[in-house]
């Protein structure tokens, strides 16, 4: 079955410091995977997807994710946190249903 | 383009009382979908719609849970009764399938903060 995983429920970093967050898929065929972020009170954003091509997508606000077929992986990174980039962290898989399966999240804080 | 809207943003409620929450995908998507978040279980898909159609209502909890899609331009999710523990925030997402990329990229709106009390 269809599934993502993020293995971190909360993640601290410090404001300056490099951020990873790990997302896990699987899915049968090629995946389409997405990273939305959600601020506090606010819906969920796009912050970049990956369909086919180079496996390392750049998205909006200085993230970027690299798909890595062989360890069924799309994780999140930014080289530098920034105290606004509080927030959850949402990884998605689509399917050909028009479904996105998404995981429980990563709840990313960030300290002065 | 003013992405998907919703309303309420926010709905308080007793307990037994009827709820509607709303929404207004973007023009021209073809899939709506409902999801429930809570601390508990996150983010959860309740229904989807395509050509408003309902496809997969295997997330809706239960019977007092109901969705409509009259048109292409407006749902509605309705519970009745309402109990404390649907107090939650929905959100609507819609997308454009294509077969060629953005492959299912959901937009969602601003989600409807629900309690019941």
């Known amino acids: 079955a269809q599934s993502v995983t993020q293995p971190d429920i909360h993640i601290t970093v410090s404001e300056g410091a490099s951020l990873e967050l790990r997302c896990n898929y699987s899915y049968g065929a090629t995946p389409y995977l997405f990273w939305y972020v959600q601020s506090p009170g606010q819906g969920l954003q796009l912050l970049l997807k990956?369909?086919?091509?180079?496996?390392l997508v750049q998205g909006i606000k200085g993230f970027e994710a690299e798909f890595k077929r062989s360890q069924s992986s799309f994780n999140l990174r930014k080289p530098s946190v920034h105290w606004s980039d509080a927030a959850e962290y949402f990884c998605?898989?689509?399917?050909?249903?028009?479904?996105?399966?998404f995981g429980q999240g990563t709840t990313l804080q960030v300290k002065p | 383009d003013a992405g998907v809207i919703q309303s309420p943003r926010h709905e308080v409620t007793e307990m037994g009382q009827e709820v509607t929450l709303r929404c207004k995908p973007i023009s021209g998507h073809d899939y709506l979908f409902w999801y429930r978040q809570t601390m508990m279980r996150g983010l959860e898909l309740l229904i989807y719609f395509n050509n408003n159609v309902p496809i997969d209502d295997s997330g809706m909890p239960e019977d007092r849970f109901s969705a409509k899609m009259p048109n292409a331009s407006f749902s509605t999710l309705k519970i009745q009764p309402s109990e404390p523990r649907d107090s939650a925030v929905y959100f609507c997402?819609?997308?454009?399938?294509?077969?060629?990329?953005?492959?299912?990229?959901?937009?969602f709106g601003p989600g409807t903060r629900l309690t019941v009390l």
């Open positions: 997402a819609s997308s454009s399938q294509s077969l060629e990329p953005p492959y299912n990229e959901q937009f």
């Open positions: 998605a898989v689509a399917s050909n249903t028009g479904k996105l399966i």
């Open positions: 990956y369909f086919s091509g180079d496996t």
